[in-house]
């Protein structure tokens, strides 16, 4: 029977082994090892090394669960500002620099952009506010004052931290309303088919004169 897949957020067995030994054969590093299944459901090795088994095992954890808390999007919701979302953006992409995925200088440049352009910009809109014509105007700006180079950088952030808004999105759409004229014809009673048969029509009298035999 196939083994169920770990929960969202959540990690497997850590294991350690030893990676550095002195010349005597004394433990000098040791490696913890775990897999984590992120946000968006696939399953990453997560590692962290210390001086004893212990000190590496306790360094996994708390980067297990750093990087847990940064992948609960679900508390968010439309009515939060963007800087809430930049937040989660920026820790997600700070925990892709600890894990090796991207390099420190990438992160140095989008926290400027950040700082310098995004979060004026856009920070304090409500997410359901950043309608894509709003954004590109953003951009447009950016472009004109700072130039291409700048906006290049400064969409990569932007559509990064929207990929993290779609599930919001359709978590907030409500069920569209019926129209009038279908809640007209709900409210509308339905005749009973056995009305004519029970009730069948009057018939007209009969206004003409009576004839007399003579």
Known sequence: ?????????????????????????????????????????????????????????TALLTKLQNRAKTNHSAELTM???????????????????VDGQRSPTSLDNYRR??????????GELHIAEATTPR??????????????ATAKTCRAVIS???KIRRPLRRHHRQPRPRSRRHRSQAQAPTPCPHDRRSHPPAQKPDHGRTRHRG
């Open 1 to 57: 029977m196939p083994r169920p897949p770990l929960p969202i957020g959540t990690w497997g067995e850590i294991s350690t082994r030893t990676t550095k030994t002195n010349k005597n054969g004394k433990p000098l590093k040791h490696l913890a090892h775990a897999k984590f299944r992120d946000h968006d459901g696939k399953v990453r090795a997560v590692t962290a090394t210390g001086t004893t088994k212990t000190a590496a095992r």
């Open 113 to 122: 952009a950040l700082k310098n352009h995004v979060r004026p910009a856009i």
């Open 160 to 162: 990064g931290a929207m």
């Open 79 to 97: 009515h939060h500002k963007v800087n809430h979302l930049l937040d989660l953006w920026e820790k997600r992409f700070e925990q892709r620099v």
């Open 135 to 148: 954004l590109d105007t953003v951009l447009a700006n950016i472009r004109n004052h700072a130039g291409p």
